[in-house]
Antibody, heavy 116, light 110 residues
Framework: EVQLVESGGGLVKPGGSLRLSCATS????????MNWVRQAPGKGLEWVGR??????????DYAAPVKGRFIISRDDSKTALFLQMNSLKTEDTAVYFC???????WGQGTMVTVSS | QSVLTQPPSASGTPGQRVAISCSGG????????VYWYQQLPRTAPKLLIY???KRPSGVPDRFSGSKSGTSASLAIDGLRSEDEADYYC???????????FGGGTKLTVL
């Protein structure tokens, strides 16, 4: 069974940083393209970014609102996905989900609150 | 405002058929596969339809997807109370190099 478990969320001040992790199991992580998706309170889903597999060049694409501030990375030896969030803004407050390619499988999400 | 346009709400009575539309453009729906997700209250989204019309195992055949040109549609036959949820369409956009989600449709079973 494919499982995705996010962690690392919490309360951070505007301008601060936070690193989210996604532990995975049940599939060949090294060959998988992975996404981060977020959902602000009471709002819809918003794609954050995607990282391709190493064999596909480990290319990373970001959504415009987070480009230059967020960094997606992966550790295939640990079958883990990461999201480094810098220069956080109040509008980054959301539940952050880790998902597989085409968002076929979702984790339960981790809440990030940016507030002074 | 989302690039993919969905009606904010839809409703129906038990047993009815309901359809939810998703309108886009030539660089997104017109060029790529469409996916649909169901999000029950206070839970993570779940894949409902993939590659325009395919259903993952475990999804009832009451749910069906279609695509024509730059629009897609999700239909639910034999509406049930447990179908009350938010529904999102999604696809890749070649111009933006980004995944796009529709704004979501809140389905109410009356």
């Amino acid at each position: 069974e494919v499982q995705l478990v996010e962690s690392g969320g919490g309360l951070v001040k505007p301008g601060g940083s936070l690193r989210l992790s996604c532990a995975t199991s049940g599939f060949t992580f090294a060959g998988a393209w992975m996404n981060w998706v977020r959902q602000a309170p009471g709002k819809g889903l918003e794609w954050v970014g995607r990282i391709k597999s190493k064999s596909d060049g480990e290319t990373i694409d970001y959504a415009a609102p987070v480009k230059g501030r967020f960094i997606i990375s992966r550790d295939d030896s640990k079958t883990a996905l990461f999201l480094q969030m810098n220069s956080l803004k109040t509008e980054d407050t959301a539940v952050y989900f880790c998902t597989t390619v085409s968002m076929t499988v979702w984790g339960q999400g981790t809440m990030v609150t940016v507030s002074s | 405002q989302s690039v993919l346009t969905q009606p904010p709400s839809a409703s129906g009575t038990p047993g009815q058929r309901v359809a939810i539309s998703c309108s886009g453009g030539i660089s997104n729906i017109g060029a790529n596969l469409v996916y649909w997700y169901q999000q029950l209250p206070r839970t993570a989204p779940k894949l409902l339809i993939y590659k325009n019309f395919k259903r993952p195992s475990g999804v009832p055949d009451r749910f069906s997807g279609s695509k024509s040109g730059t629009s897609a549609s999700l239909a639910i036959d034999g509406l049930r109370s447990e179908d009350e949820a938010d529904y999102y369409c999604a696809t890749w956009d070649d111009s933006l190099s980004a995944w796009l989600f529709g704004g979501g449709t809140k389905l109410t079973v009356l």
